[in-house]
């Protein structure tokens, strides 16, 4: 299936469908998607904190709403003028997003869009699920988690999101009620052949095949039972000691976190393994979400069926707990969280919103640079008063009478007619 | 004026706060005196300038360094009286503040004091690793191997930090075994949680009073790599003694930039200003202003 001409392509994920290979895709290859009349807008691989903002109504602590859903606003508007011949945004974070949220997205991007809902077997995904919200704060194990989440497929108590992402079937016919049967694709990923997702993406934006090619390097890979385990165990510390949320992101989320998966898993690491129960019943899911996207009557891409073939399903198993850990494993995670620390120093001044530690940390690198405190010093100080000369300006102002109103109307002509 | 007390050593207590110490800072015959505290215990005084309030060190040593070899039950035992000693001498020390500096390197100056004193840590040396020590030293190399900054003061500090908890958090020659060691390792947790909870300020290793465990197979034992990783921001949060005032400075004119901008911002949302205004909008007023 390729879409007409003028359309706008949302993918809305969900989560841990691929998302991530197709926005690095769609990135690295957009001067030469550009060249064939597709568009990417944004400027980075992800908008994910502008596609919060929009879709979810908050963005992660330290960081400002209206400035990044201002962000979504003009990637908009920037690919209205760009008038390309089809347009994509892709972002996992637009499967979350309420009705009115929903209805928000669909009139901004305009009556010719198209969503794209990307789906794997949710026995492949659930484990993955798990070690991804472990690098957001969760302590729960995951056999625990387990028993929470696929026995209660309407909706678990330990990770709400799980089944607002994963209940692909209501996913679907959610976007589906919005934008019409006929304006919403499933994609369904060969689990057998890795380049059945671009490939599927490249008919629909009706490109030339190879033009989604992935980079090469490996993206946001699974932690290993071995890691996920020191994440699980900082998680409590971090919790009981009661650190800010924002430091959490900042510094274990985007730091430790991705220190750990910037090394090469170790083969000898045991993968996050789930237990038959568990997978027989993530099957059972699978199979009724199936028949229900067949029987919505939107358009199908790939093969339903392989979203409840036991073929697909990982190797059963309980991991052995462990209680330690490899040093390369935790030096992954130290350098990580020092890296995203030295970032700090960078930005002339901490965030507004920065946690304890992050400020803790600009200020310490910061002070070892004294001409760069200098320079902070006088363009802060020089800001400030141009904003406060603003607000003294506005407060002094008050409503514009008549002849502001003729002025600036007479600026405008005048600059209309050159003069 | 804002005096300095330092009960005089014991053992895991201001090992470091002796006679001769004492000798070295300039001027100590009129600015230091020693007095003995209610519980016959001997505290030096001294005016210390800098110093906010009048206030008590007391700085602490590793577990391990200072508690007698005995059955788990009287060590255990032994370590949970020591913390009942140290919060008694909280309680009956009349100052404004007591601060209880959990480990890191000892005092050599009277600045190093006053940081000491201040809550702030002093930088540790780069620990020298021996042959026996392979889990810190690949530790080590691989974290320093994987920063992005090299030769960064702080990124160094921060590796340090690390390294020496898991010094103290590995035991090469455990006369103990895991079970044992779990139970010591409560009760310091027991001891820290007391001295938090003693109204003192706390600063330093939280993992200072951990009685430590054996690695297996090279790999480090994980609460010991939780603590590590732990001490990595919390020593963050104390290691600014060398910030200077102009840093809070910048950090309070951009909270006040960001503060003055959002009203700036709610103002033009309230109200937009008229070079914002679409034309169709500013005749609309004309006509209405009429």
Same mark, same amino acid.
């Given at each position: ?36 009349? !597709? ?46 011949? /089809? ?49 957001? %704060? ?30 692909? $079937? /209501? /996913? ?13 694709? !499933?994609?369904?990923?060969? =689990? ?20 989604? #090619? ?18 699980? =165990? ?5 919790? $009981? ?19 750990? %998966? ?21 099957? #059972? ?14 358009? !199908? ?28 494993? /935790? ?37 070892? #640079? ?34 502001? !109103? ?14 | ?31 230091? *005196? ?163 909870? *003693? ?15 054996? *690695? ?75």
């Amino acid at each position: 299936m390729r879409l007409p001409d003028g359309s706008v392509a949302l993918h809305i994920g969900p989560h841990k469908t691929g998302t991530t290979t197709m926005q690095a895709a769609l990135w690295a290859n957009r001067h030469l998607l550009a060249e064939q009349g !597709v568009d990417y807008p944004g400027v980075r691989r992800h908008e994910m904190d502008a596609t919060m903002a929009v879709a979810l109504g908050k963005v992660d602590p330290g960081k400002k709403l209206a400035a990044h859903r201002d962000h979504w606003y003009s990637l908009v508007e920037q690919m209205q003028a760009r008038e390309a011949r /089809l347009s994509v945004f892709s972002s996992e974070f637009y499967c979350e997003a309420d009705a009115a949220r929903r209805r928000e997205v669909l009139e901004r991007l305009g009556p010719h869009t198209y969503v794209i809902v990307t789906l794997r077997p949710i026995v492949r995904l659930i484990a993955s699920q798990w070690q991804q919200y472990t690098q957001n %704060q969760l302590t729960i194990p995951y056999l625990e988690w387990l028993r929470d989440v696929v026995n209660n497929p309407e909706g678990s108590s330990l990770s709400p999101s799980f089944w607002r992402r994963h209940r692909h $079937d /209501l /996913l679907v016919r959610r976007w589906a009620a919005d934008v019409g049967t006929d304006r919403l694709v !499933v994609v369904v990923a060969d =689990e057998r052949d890795h380049r059945s997702l671009p490939e599927a993406f490249e008919e629909l934006l009706g490109v030339a095949p190879g033009s989604l #090619e992935a980079p090469k390097e490996r993206l946001n890979r699974s932690l290993t039972f071995d890691e996920v385990t020191l994440m699980l =165990e900082f998680n409590k510390r971090h919790r $009981d000691v009661g650190w800010d949320q924002a430091d959490y992101n900042r510094f274990i989320r985007f730091g430790a976190a991705r220190g750990v %998966q910037a090394r090469p898993a170790n083969p000898l690491d045991q993968p996050v393994l789930t237990p038959q129960w568990a997978i027989d019943r993530a099957l #059972e899911i699978g199979e009724m979400m199936a028949a229900d996207i067949a029987a919505s009557g939107v358009t !199908v891409v790939g093969s339903l069926a392989q979203l409840y073939d036991p073929a697909f399903a990982p190797p059963a198993g309980e991991n052995t707990p462990i209680g330690t850990v490899r040093p390369d494993v /935790l030096a992954g995670f130290a350098s990580g969280l020092i890296n995203r620390m030295d970032d700090v120093r960078n930005t002339p001044s901490p965030r507004p919103a920065a946690g304890a530690v992050e400020r803790a940390a600009w200020a310490r690198r910061r002070s070892s #640079e004294p001409e760069l405190i200098a320079d902070d010093l006088q363009r802060l100080e020089s800001r400030l008063q141009q904003l406060r000369e603003a607000l003294a300006q506005r407060a002094a102002e008050g409503q514009p009478g008549r002849s502001r !109103v003729l002025m600036e109307l007479t600026r405008r002509l005048r600059r209309r007619l050159g003069r | 004026m804002p005096i300095l007390s330092v009960p005089a050593g014991y053992p895991g207590v201001n090992s470091f706060a002796t006679q001769t110490w004492w000798q070295t800072l300039p001027g100590h015959g009129s600015r230091v *005196s020693e007095e003995v505290l209610e519980q016959g215990v001997a505290c030096w005084t001294v005016d210390l300038e800098g110093l906010a309030d009048r206030t008590t060190l007391v700085l602490v040593s590793a577990v391990a360094e200072w508690l007698p070899r005995a059955p788990v039950a009287d060590m255990v035992a032994e370590l949970l009286t020591w913390g009942s000693r140290l919060c008694d001498l909280v309680a009956a020390t009349e100052v404004d503040r007591v601060q209880i500096v959990l480990g890191g390197p000892e005092p050599r100056d009277e600045t190093e004091l006053l940081a000491l004193a201040s809550g702030f840590r002093l930088p540790q040396p780069s620990p020298t690793l021996t042959d026996s020590e392979g889990p810190l030293r690949d530790f080590m190399n691989a974290t320093l191997a994987s920063l992005s900054a090299t030769g960064q003061a702080a990124s160094q500090t921060a590796v340090n930090d690390a390294v020496h908890v898991l010094r103290r958090g590995i035991d090469p020659t455990p006369a103990l075994d895991v079970a044992e060691a779990e139970q010591l390792r409560a009760a310091g947790r027991e001891v820290v949680a007391a001295l938090v909870a *003693s109204g003192a300020s706390v600063s330093g290793a939280k993992d200072l009073l951990q009685w430590p465990l054996p *690695s297996v197979d090279g790999a480090i034992p994980m609460p010991v790599a939780v603590d590590a990783m732990a001490e990595i921001l919390q020593s963050e949060l104390e290691g600014a003694s060398e910030t200077a005032a102009d840093v809070e400075r910048v950090a309070q004119l951009a909270a006040d930039v960001a503060a003055h901008r959002e009203r700036l911002a709610a103002l033009d949302e309230k109200d937009p200003p008229l070079a914002a205004l679409p034309g169709r909008e500013l005749l609309a007023r004309l006509w209405r202003i009429r």
